[in-house]
């Protein structure tokens, strides 16, 4: 625990850091729960838990559970990402959130949005409410769900604009 990183922690785990800034409680109130080569800088109220060189920097109240190379940088508050290997929320993207997958990055700006699993899937531009399953999506258009296939038995879809109605005679 380095530079201002008061009242935080770090709970088993091997090279792990928290580094706060001078004067100033970034980086304070934050926990490491074991993990090798995890760090929080400059972040709040941050947690890491497990995983490996997971890094959470100037992004209060956000966190990393688990995985490989996961980050969240740049001011991207209230965020999380569960796990997977290589993903990254970043540029202000406030509560958005990646759970699992493989190399999934949400970019600039975009809060409120989410990526479930997958891999190789792109959040960007400044558009907010953005979310993606499945796998090699670039989404940019707001308030929009990105799936590369729906499958829906029975029921309907309903939109403001359309409804879309599955499996009706």
């Not at 785990?13 to 400059?42: C, D, H, K, T």
């Not at 958005?96 to 949005?113: D, P, Q, V």
């Amino acid at each position: 625990i380095r530079d201002g990183g008061g009242h935080s922690g770090i709970f088993s785990g091997r090279l792990n850091m928290i580094q706060g800034g001078a004067s100033s409680p970034e980086g304070s109130w934050s926990v490491i729960a074991g993990g090798f080569e995890n760090e929080l800088s400059g972040s709040g109220y941050a947690f890491g838990g497990g995983g490996h060189r997971n890094y959470v920097k100037k992004s209060n109240y956000s966190s990393i559970v688990g995985g490989l190379s996961g980050s969240i940088t740049d001011n991207s508050k209230y965020s999380i990402i569960g796990g997977g290997a290589s993903n990254t929320i970043d540029g202000t993207s406030y509560y958005s959130s990646i759970l699992g997958g493989l190399n999934n990055r949400i970019l600039t700006g975009a809060y409120r949005s989410s990526i479930l699993g997958g891999q190789n899937n792109l959040i960007e531009g400044t558009d907010d409410d953005i979310f993606i399953i499945g796998s090699n999506i670039i989404a940019t258009e707001a308030n929009t769900t990105y799936v590369n296939n729906l499958n829906v038995v029975t029921g309907s879809i309903t939109g403001a604009k359309s409804t879309l109605m599955i499996g009706y005679a």
